[in-house]
């Protein structure tokens, strides 16, 4: 049985009581939680990450694409190893319609992945809006090209709308 002890003390930096407690030889101190060297070390875990792509997606949701693509950028200046991320901001970017910064951004990715359907449909999206519906089926071919299992428009409902979109349908 482990023995706790409970103290109430004045935290100094205000005036609202500060809770600690010792279990054995453990000591931690709730003050101790919100530390620099804390929160240090949790930006470098992957928990840090996988928060901030979580905040990330609700402010996408929300409408507030500026704050997403913030909290993207900041996740790629970490850690280069998240390329995909580059298609959630170009996104953001589509938008926004800022279709030209998206598709610059989308180029980069697609060098990395071309064979990505995502991120080859929104690179379409994007000729949709700045050129016309035939050049952005145009960009779809080659992924139809090389997709080894059958139609890829049969397989990806998603790809079957645009296509639609795209010859004004």
């Known amino acids: 049985r482990q023995k706790v002890s409970v103290k109430r003390r004045r935290n100094s930096s205000s005036n609202s009581p500060a809770v600690s407690f010792s279990p054995q030889k453990k ?23 996988q928060d901030q792509l979580t905040l990330a997606a609700i402010h996408y949701l929300r409408g507030h694409f500026d704050e997403a693509t913030d909290i993207y950028k900041k996740i790629l200046l970490e850690t280069r190893d998240y390329q995909a991320i580059n298609t959630y901001i170009a996104l953001c970017y589509y938008k926004m319609e800022y279709f030209d910064v998206s598709m610059e951004i989308l180029s980069g990715y697609l060098n990395y992945d071309p064979q990505s359907i995502y991120a080859t449909n929104l690179k379409a999206c994007n000729n949709y809006q700045l050129y016309s519906g035939k050049n952005a089926e145009d960009v779809l071919k080659p992924l139809q090209q090389s997709f080894t299992g059958g139609d890829i428009f049969k397989e990806s409902d998603l790809l079957r709308h645009n296509l639609v979109v795209f010859r004004n349908g």
């Open 27 to 49: 000591r931690w101190k709730e003050s101790d939680a919100l530390s620099p060297k804390i929160r240090r070390k949790c930006r470098s875990t992957s928990f840090f990450i």
